[in-house]
């Protein structure tokens, strides 16, 4: 069951998958490895890291930090999704603040249809969870 | 026995409290708390009539609460109203668990963690990646 030692340890484990982990996957022969398949959920958060990637190379100063955090916490939700893989590199492709509001607030709803029908428990409260913080997102972001 | 009914129960009767103590030391945005503290009435009404439904019967509030802090300014009643928001969210997070097969009872208990989440934001806390209270230790029983 989820608790306060379970919400820190998804906390960590995004911390070190993004810090230990290399920026790009190659194997041992310096090969590209293979890309695990995202599912939906994961593929949701991987589309909203890329969508602020893509904010943050036209965001002015103050964005940019609100930015940065947000997209920081969408490594968090990807790792507790359980995707092991670091987050792709950033493509330069158009957003803006109106297009994650968007994003967020479609994701928010997402991810709280996820809680509320996931066969396991233990993953609907981390969904819902996600969903709450998403729709923290939302306001952090109209705020800007 | 619906343990965590109970207890999200006894979280809403601790928010209602902090509501009516908090609500005199605000300088602005009365009108968002009274609005809050109605939500907060409707849930617990909601939640105590699951439990009637369940042929359980609802705990009473307890008969005096303790404030972690004084609450004599505006800033400190924001504070609390953040701090009881935020612990209101492990409540519903085991609601969620414990309703798990009752479709409409769980659905409900995810809406209210994104509810009280942004509730808090509202009152100031910092959005996280997981929304919770920081105030909370760890449990010292392996998860």
């Known amino acids: 069951m989820i608790d306060r030692r379970r919400v820190l340890q998804l906390g960590a484990l995004a911390a070190l998958t993004t810090t230990v982990l290399p920026a790009c ?120 | 026995m619906s343990t965590a009914i109970q207890a999200a129960l006894a979280g809403e009767y601790a928010a209602i409290y902090a509501y009516g103590r908090a609500g005199g030391r605000l300088t602005a945005d009365q009108d968002v708390a009274l609005l809050h503290l109605s939500v907060h009435r409707t849930v617990r009404d909601t939640l105590r009539q699951w439990l009637l439904d369940d042929d359980e019967q609802p705990a009473p509030p307890a008969a005096a609460y303790t404030l972690p802090g004084p609450v004599n300014s505006d800033r400190q009643a924001r504070e609390l109203l953040a701090l009881v928001e935020l612990r209101l969210i492990p409540l519903y997070t085991e609601l969620i668990a414990e309703q798990f097969e009752e479709p409409q009872r769980r659905r409900r208990a995810v809406r209210e963690v994104r509810d009280c989440a942004l509730r808090a934001q509202s009152w100031g806390a910092p959005g996280q990646a997981f929304p919770w209270p920081t105030d909370l230790a760890a449990p010292s029983a392996p998860s």
């Open chain 1, 25 to 144: 996957g190659t194997d041992e022969q310096g090969q590209p490895a293979p890309q695990p398949t995202p599912d939906s959920q994961q593929a949701d958060e991987l589309a909203l890291i890329a969508a602020y990637d893509a904010a943050l190379l036209s965001a002015g100063p103050r964005a940019t930090v609100v930015y940065q955090r947000l997209r920081d916490e969408h490594v968090e939700h990807l790792v507790a999704l359980g995707w092991q893989q670091p987050p792709p590199a950033p493509v330069d492709a158009n957003s803006s603040r109106r297009v994650l509001i968007r994003a967020e607030r479609r994701a928010s709803r997402i991810r709280s249809d996820a809680a509320a029908t996931s066969p396991d428990a233990d993953q609907a409260q981390i969904l819902a969870l996600i969903a709450a913080s998403e729709a923290q997102h939302v306001v952090d972001l109209e705020a800007l």
